[in-house]
């Protein structure tokens, strides 16, 4: 179970990924607010421009510990889903987050096609507006045989007619040999012409 949480293999369904995202946002927000609350008394008061001063500490402590664990298990449901959903993880992701990186630099310096200072242009909102659609309501694809399931390769159940490998010829040898030695005598030849009676 831990491993289906941790790693990035394996399939996630709509309302798993939905529940599990519901849960993980709700704990990153409580480890934000605990943060905030713990290093409450550094913060400064507010000077002469009437803004308070952030202690670093919080701030590196976002950077270094809450953005990678955040990242590392959004990106994580983010490829179970994907890969659930029939989309291989491994183009779709990189090229999601090449496209926001493009977005965001377009944004910045054409100003005037950003919907807001900071934030992006409209095919970028769109492009995220439908990537997380996709990612709620997109329906599972069917699991076939060679399929990635549950983090593990798996092939389909060996055909019985198909060369059975070295185990199962040993296995059928050992019963061709059994049969053998408890197969009951051959039926005595009916007596008829030619045969001297005795």
Not at 12 to 22: A, D, H, I, N, V
Not at 89 to 111: C, E, K, S
Request: hydrophobic share 50%; net charge positive; with cysteine.
């Amino acid at each position: 179970m831990l491993h289906n949480v941790l790693g990035f293999g394996g399939r996630m369904g709509r309302l798993e990924y939905f529940l599990c995202s519901l849960v993980f946002a709700m704990l990153m927000l409580l480890v934000i607010v605990a943060l905030f609350f713990g290093f409450a008394p550094h913060f400064g008061a507010a000077g002469a421009g009437g803004r308070s001063s952030v202690p670093p500490g919080f701030i590196l402590t976002l950077l270094v510990v809450v953005l990678p664990v955040y990242l590392w298990f959004s990106l994580a449901f983010q490829a179970k889903r994907f890969r659930d959903m029939g989309w291989n993880p491994l183009y779709v992701l990189p090229g999601w987050i090449a496209a926001q990186v493009i977005d965001r630099f377009v944004a910045f310096a054409i100003p005037s096609l950003a919907l807001a200072p900071g934030t992006g242009t409209l095919v970028g909102t769109l492009l995220s507006l439908f990537m997380g659609c996709a990612l709620l309501f997109w329906p599972s694809a069917p699991s076939t045989a060679g399929d990635w399931d549950n983090g593990n390769y798996h092939w389909g159940s060996p055909d019985p007619d198909a060369d059975p490998g070295p185990g199962r010829a040993r296995e059928t040898t050992r019963a061709a040999r059994t049969a053998a030695a408890w197969s009951p005598p051959p039926a005595a030849a009916p007596s008829g012409f030619g045969r001297r009676g005795l």
